[in-house]
């Protein structure tokens, strides 16, 4: 608690107004997966499997953050509210910097320091916007490389439960009508 009170004088001291650029750089780096590949250069997954894992991976940072904050009720340090520990906002712009960084490490390591730049970004004007202790930062960051990896992981298993052999399944539904009956017809290969 002393160390995190250190850290907000010292940021604090100097403060003239805040600057709420953090509501939207949380989504930059998950944005940027999208941008790079509207404008050609190509990830590793594409567009229907990464949107899958950046929608698994926020889902995870929403279950993970949503329910500490509630049972931690820590004090934010402006005092608005008793929901500070985690950082979602860090935690969402870390999980996005964690994608960026899966999709397109093989392309350029840049593109992925890039993320994670703009997601310290984030976490430092959550502070200096006095919306969270570091701590809150620290952990939100460790919450949503986690997410992320962690969908990366369960991927190929939901790729597998969802959409099992999907390709090999067929199947046809016709209308039908021989001047005395209307019915559909259906054939499916399963």
Not at 31 to 51: E, M, P, Q
Not at 52 to 81: C, E, F, H, M, W
Not at 89 to 102: I, N, S, V
Request: net charge positive; aromatic share 14%; charged share 20%.
């Amino acid at each position: 608690k002393d160390f995190n009170f250190e850290i907000k004088e010292e940021i604090n001291e100097n403060i003239d107004e805040k600057i709420t650029i953090d509501d939207f750089s949380q989504y930059a780096p998950a944005a940027a997966v999208y941008a790079l590949n509207l404008s050609g250069i190509k990830g590793k997954h594409n567009f229907k499997d990464r949107t899958i894992i950046l929608a698994t991976s926020y889902l995870l940072v929403a279950a993970t953050t949503l329910p500490l904050k509630n049972i931690t009720a820590i004090q934010r340090p402006d005092g608005s509210s008793y929901n500070s520990f985690p950082s979602g906002h860090t935690a969402t712009a870390f999980a996005g910097a964690e994608f960026l960084w899966q999709e397109y490490k093989d392309v350029s390591v840049w593109y992925g320091i890039s993320g994670y730049l703009v997601a310290a970004g984030t976490g430092a004007f959550r502070m200096y916007n006095d919306r969270h202790w570091l701590t809150d930062v620290v952990a939100g960051a460790g919450i949503g490389i986690l997410c992320t990896k962690t969908a990366y992981w369960l991927h190929p298993k939901l790729q597998n439960l969802l959409f099992k052999n999907k390709t090999n399944n067929s199947f046809l539904v016709a209308p039908f009508y021989n001047g005395k009956q209307l019915g559909f017809g259906f054939v499916g290969r399963f």
